[in-house]
Nanobody
Framework: QVQLVESGGGLAQAGGSLRLSCAAS????????MGWFRQAPGKEREFLAA????????YYADSVKGRFTISRDNAKNTVYLQMNSLKPEDTAVYYC????????????????????WGQGTQVTISS
């Protein structure tokens, strides 16, 4: 059973940066495509970014493209989300998620069945 634990959330000012981490344990991390979602109060969960098993392919939602960068370190069993140029509307609980997906399936990460989720980390951006 894979466990995912996010960290790195907190309070930042608009225009600032944060880096979220998601540490995985209990599985072979390099066999899992990974991604990030967020959910703001009163809103639906939103896909942000996904990365293939090897890290060779990445996918982004239009809302964060150019501001957020997803990466992974398979030696450290960790996936990251570097968030720059933060806006108050980025305030949300951020979740990492993963599943065994092929490179082609990772393209559809947004709507894929994801078996593993972290508990979430709060990100609050002040104006």
């Amino acid at each position: 059973q894979v466990q995912l634990v996010e960290s790195g959330g907190g309070l930042a000012q608009a225009g600032g940066s944060l880096r979220l981490s998601c540490a995985a344990s209990g599985g072979t991390f390099s066999t899992y495509a990974m991604g990030w979602f967020r959910q703001a109060p009163g809103k639906e969960r939103e896909f942000l970014a996904a990365i293939s098993r090897s890290g060779g392919s990445t996918y982004y939602a239009d809302s964060v493209k150019g501001r957020f960068t997803i990466s992974r370190d398979n030696a450290k069993n960790t996936v990251y989300l570097q968030m720059n140029s933060l806006k108050p509307e980025d305030t949300a609980v951020y979740y990492c998620a993963g599943n065994r997906l092929s490179a082609a399936q990772t393209m559809g990460f947004k709507s894929a069945v994801l078996d593993y989720w972290g508990q979430g980390t709060q990100v609050t951006i002040s104006s």
